[in-house]
């Protein structure tokens, strides 16, 4: 079936380096695309959303880029602090209703 | 300030019991969600609700019901509790379709 990045990757970077956590999604019809960041306890936190009719939106220092020709998502983080630390998940709306089908998340470990 | 909350925030039951988990939101949210998440298997969704009175099977709904008598509430209820169950529980609540959906700090529930 249709799936979001099923596996959960550990992505480690220095402080104030750059990160770069991706996101393959299959299901061509999804038309909205978010990144959430959940840390240790907590819930699901929104972080930055994308619309199929865009290609690039920029948030304060998280940049979503979508490339829908390879169903490739990613999501930048400039200056990488270690309350940054967290799963990193994308998220695609299918297209039926408001139903999110979630990617298997992205470990982002900051060394200070 | 608009929110969204769970009760209880752990719990600890027997199989066979019947449980229920509250999530309750102040942004009047037409859109409720519960999700389950697990090890290697990221968010599933249980059931959804569009608004009052009406409620929708997810992708994992065996064994789970919820009601939605108010727009403020989506009480979740494990009918007979299995260790099966275990797991971390999420509600979730949106505006509307195309719309980002916002988390809960999620119920953490043993099942014994």
């Known amino acids: 079936g249709e799936s979001v990045g099923l596996h959960l990757p550990t992505l480690s970077v220095q402080e104030g380096d750059n990160s770069i956590i991706n996101c393959a999604y299959s299901n061509s019809a999804s038309d909205y695309f978010i990144w959430y960041k959940q840390e240790s306890g907590k819930g699901p936190q929104f972080i930055i959303d994308i619309r199929s009719n865009m290609d690039k939106r920029q948030g304060q220092r998280v940049t979503v880029l979508l490339n829908k020709t390879v169903k490739h998502l990613s999501l930048q983080i400039a200056a990488t602090q270690p309350g940054d630390s967290a799963v990193y998940f994308c998220?695609?709306?299918?297209?039926?209703?408001?139903?999110?089908?979630f990617g298997g998340g992205t470990r982002l470990m900051v060394k200070p | 300030d608009a929110e969204i909350t769970q009760s209880p925030r752990h719990k600890i039951t027997e199989t066979g019991r019947q449980v229920t988990l509250a999530c309750h939101q102040t942004w009047n949210h037409n859109n409720m969600f519960w999700y389950r998440q697990d090890l290697g298997h990221g968010l599933r969704l249980i059931h959804y609700?569009?608004?009052?009175?009406?409620?929708n099977k997810g992708e994992v709904s065996d064994g789970y019901s919820v009601s939605r008598s108010n727009t403020e509430d989506l009480p979740l209820t494990l009918e007979s509790a299995a260790s099966s169950q275990t797991s971390v529980y999420f509600c979730?609540?949106?505006?509307?379709?195309?719309?980002?959906?916002?988390f809960g700090p999620g119920t953490r529930l043993l099942v014994l």
């Open positions: 998220a695609e709306n299918n297209n039926a209703g408001n139903m999110l089908t």
């Open positions: 609700s569009y608004g009052v009175h009406d409620t």
């Open positions: 979730a609540s949106s505006t509307g379709s195309q719309e980002t959906q916002y």
